[in-house]
């Protein structure tokens, strides 16, 4: 599968024609993306949480591995905007009977879907169906592999913005599983083009890519020394399902170096805030005290990322609707 064709996202005009990578996209469009959500959260607030910017339009959330937080945020995202929605969970259905890809994505196109969410634990798996779909469909990758996460990455940012304002003179810090991480990997390049002043990534040289600093951080092995000052920290879970071999002694070894507690927290600046992803792995990436306490956004996160998941497919089915008017 080929895995960096981000240019397929754009149409001439620099609009999102999908949304498979933050690679290649600009800050223009990252910005255009953030101010769109920011719109959207009063929407989850009201009594009636639904814009009728999608209705006629038909969304197929295909989710080939599984996921909560991601799966049930597209699809309230998507029923906000009034779009009707189709859930397949194909893990369980067609590719155990042995349907390609490719035929999962004919069938479903003859029942004239306008966009599909895809979540697959190969990497280039969404532009893969991109590449494939009909032109006007609109493709959204929902996680692939290793590679990429950007609806994640960029509900991170929009949580970074709400609660930093600006993301120019910000330290920020992800810390543990970087090697199998696809969210660390569009964080990573969201943040350098967002304009942070430093990324860093702390990890144990086993959980590292062998080429980290040609990503754009700096590294750091050693938790203390690596949150020290940082506006931002990043925790991520580590990968069991995607690891190979022994690459890590034991989780209690790991929390005893890389585990995130109150009292390491006091390296950071004193209005630092924690995130995560989830899901959280208590006692292994953070301790409890940390998850629920007053520095933690990681709720927050959850809530934004339907602002985020609505404003990238309106974004995306806006320019469909002004490409059929056309
Ligand atoms: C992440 C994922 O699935 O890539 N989680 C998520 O989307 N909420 C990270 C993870 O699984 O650790």
Same mark, same amino acid.
């Given at each position: 599968?080929? !895995? /960096?064709?981000?240019? +397929?996202? +754009?149409? =001439?005009?620099?609009h999102l024609l999908h949304f498979l990578t933050i690679d290649g996209l600009r800050r223009e469009l990252l910005t255009e993306i953030l101010d769109t959500a920011e719109g959207f959260t009063g929407v989850s607030e009201r009594t009636i949480k639904k814009v009728p910017l999608c209705r006629g339009k038909t969304v197929a959330n295909l989710f080939f591995e599984t996921s909560t937080r991601t799966r049930t945020t597209f699809e309230l995202a998507e029923k906000r905007l009034s779009a009707d929605v189709l859930n397949l969970n194909i893990s369980a259905s067609a590719t155990s009977k042995? =349907?390609?890809l490719l035929d999962t994505l004919r069938n479903l196109e003859a029942m004239h879907m306008d966009m599909f969410v895809v979540r697959h634990a190969d990497s280039g798996a969404a532009h893969f169906i991109a590449q494939h779909a009909t032109p006007g469909v609109g493709v959204i990758n929902a996680g692939d592999g290793r590679h990429? /996460?950007?609806t994640q990455a960029m509900l991170d940012m929009f949580t970074i913005r709400r609660h930093k304002g600006e993301f120019v003179g910000l330290r920020v810090a992800i810390v543990g599983d970087i090697l199998h991480s696809r969210v660390a990997r569009s964080q990573i390049l969201a943040l350098n083009t967002l304009g942070v002043s430093e990324v860093r990534v702390i990890a144990p040289r086993t959980l590292l890519p062998h080429d980290a600093r040609k990503l754009g951080v700096h590294v750091y092995h050693d938790l203390q020394e690596g949150i020290r000052d940082v506006d931002v920290i990043i925790m991520l879970r580590l990968q069991r399902e995607r690891m190979q071999g022994a690459l890590l002694p034991s989780e209690h070894e790991y929390f005893q170096l890389y585990g995130l507690t109150d009292e390491r927290l006091e390296a950071a600046d004193s209005e630092a805030i924690v995130m995560h992803p989830g899901p959280i792995n208590r006692g292994v990436e953070m301790d409890s005290l940390v998850a629920d306490g007053? !520095?933690?956004v990681i709720l927050q996160q959850v809530s934004y990322g339907i602002a985020i998941r609505m404003a990238v497919i309106s974004m995306i089915i806006g320019r469909q609707n002004l490409q059929a008017q056309a």
């Amino acid at each position: 599968m080929s !895995r /960096h064709t981000p240019n +397929l996202q +754009l149409d =001439e005009q620099g609009h999102l024609l999908h949304f498979l990578t933050i690679d290649g996209l600009r800050r223009e469009l990252l910005t255009e993306i953030l101010d769109t959500a920011e719109g959207f959260t009063g929407v989850s607030e009201r009594t009636i949480k639904k814009v009728p910017l999608c209705r006629g339009k038909t969304v197929a959330n295909l989710f080939f591995e599984t996921s909560t937080r991601t799966r049930t945020t597209f699809e309230l995202a998507e029923k906000r905007l009034s779009a009707d929605v189709l859930n397949l969970n194909i893990s369980a259905s067609a590719t155990s009977k042995g =349907e390609t890809l490719l035929d999962t994505l004919r069938n479903l196109e003859a029942m004239h879907m306008d966009m599909f969410v895809v979540r697959h634990a190969d990497s280039g798996a969404a532009h893969f169906i991109a590449q494939h779909a009909t032109p006007g469909v609109g493709v959204i990758n929902a996680g692939d592999g290793r590679h990429a /996460h950007p609806t994640q990455a960029m509900l991170d940012m929009f949580t970074i913005r709400r609660h930093k304002g600006e993301f120019v003179g910000l330290r920020v810090a992800i810390v543990g599983d970087i090697l199998h991480s696809r969210v660390a990997r569009s964080q990573i390049l969201a943040l350098n083009t967002l304009g942070v002043s430093e990324v860093r990534v702390i990890a144990p040289r086993t959980l590292l890519p062998h080429d980290a600093r040609k990503l754009g951080v700096h590294v750091y092995h050693d938790l203390q020394e690596g949150i020290r000052d940082v506006d931002v920290i990043i925790m991520l879970r580590l990968q069991r399902e995607r690891m190979q071999g022994a690459l890590l002694p034991s989780e209690h070894e790991y929390f005893q170096l890389y585990g995130l507690t109150d009292e390491r927290l006091e390296a950071a600046d004193s209005e630092a805030i924690v995130m995560h992803p989830g899901p959280i792995n208590r006692g292994v990436e953070m301790d409890s005290l940390v998850a629920d306490g007053p !520095r933690s956004v990681i709720l927050q996160q959850v809530s934004y990322g339907i602002a985020i998941r609505m404003a990238v497919i309106s974004m995306i089915i806006g320019r469909q609707n002004l490409q059929a008017q056309a």
